[in-house]
């Protein structure tokens, strides 16, 4: 159901990303796959979703740390249709310990990173008369945890930006939502256990199951195909009229 449109995902070589980039991919869109890296393996890795898929993809290096970068990318892909904005970095720290440059580089490509690309792709959706954007915020941008000070205001953030751009485009086909999840599995949780580890003094074990998935009411993680289908839901019409909402996938995380 997205044939001819473009799908552009930021951070989509690895995790919830690249996820989300199969299932959009799956329904039919063209997709541009995104990280800051330029390897082998990314621009492998957007040739085996096209041949996957039948569909277009390229993959586009750029840095969402930097404005001019976040922007230049949404010229690139020329077409943007659906924004998913994913990238995402995490750091663990206490407040008077958290590192400065640590602080500016999570709000830099947690949020500010969506205003860039949102300013970039918005004249592009309405010059086509629809669009969706979809941000991937986290249970973090609903409720908080002592030693994210960073990633839990970016987060509480872009679901602000979110309902801000829901706002400017209500009377047009263009919907923004927040996709919340609870904990997944991937790359950047995995970076975060040996931290939690050492600021709990746990196991890897006693980390997954009493600090993350203590959390996480259902006990199980999210998966990525699930946040691939919540997203390939948004872009549907039945979601039509959902706009500015933050929808939880998180096991019951922010109903305790
Ligand atoms: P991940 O580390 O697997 O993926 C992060 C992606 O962002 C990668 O593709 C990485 O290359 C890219 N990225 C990092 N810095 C970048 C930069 N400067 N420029 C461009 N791309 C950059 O992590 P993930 O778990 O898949 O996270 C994806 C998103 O989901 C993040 O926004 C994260 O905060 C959010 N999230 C994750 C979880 C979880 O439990 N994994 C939970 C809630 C929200």
């Known amino acids: 159901f997205l044939g001819g449109k473009t ?28 990280s800051f890296t330029d390897r082998d393996e990314d621009h492998a890795l957007a040739e085996s979703l096209a041949r996957d898929h039948g569909v277009t993809v390229r993959y586009i290096k750029a840095d969402m740390s930097k404005g001019d970068e976040c922007r230049a990318l949404i010229e690139r892909a ?14 663990v720290a206490p407040i008077p ?72 485009t209500a009377k047009e086909a263009i919907t923004c939502n927040a996709v919340c999840p609870g904990y997944v599995l991937t790359p950047l949780v995995e970076a975060q256990i040996p931290n939690t580890m050492k600021e709990y003094g746990m196991s890897r074990e006693e980390v997954i199951q009493k600090v993350m998935l203590e959390r996480q009411p259902s006990k199980e993680f999210v998966t990525v195909e699930q946040l ?18 933050a929808i939880s996938v998180d096991g019951g995380w922010t109903a305790l």
């Open 97 to 168: 310990d958290f590192p400065v440059e640590k602080w500016d580089a999570i709000i830099a490509i947690n949020l500010t990173s969506a205003f860039h690309t949102t300013a970039a792709a918005l004249p592009m959706m309405r010059a086509a008369g629809w669009g969706r954007i979809v941000n991937v915020a986290s249970a973090h941008g609903l409720t908080a945890s002592a030693f994210k000070s960073a990633y839990v205001a970016a987060k509480h953030g872009i679901v602000g930006f979110t309902k801000v751009t829901a706002l400017e």
């Open 7 to 34: 799908a552009v995902v930021t951070g989509s070589n690895s995790g919830i990303g690249l996820g989300i980039a199969h299932r959009l991919a799956m329904a039919g869109a063209d997709i541009v796959l995104n």
């Open 78 to 91: 020329g077409r943007c249709d659906i924004l998913v904005n994913n990238a995402g970095i995490q750091h």
């Open 228 to 245: 691939g289908d919540t997203t390939a839901f948004l872009c549907s019409d039945a979601a039509a009229q959902i706009t500015g909402t």
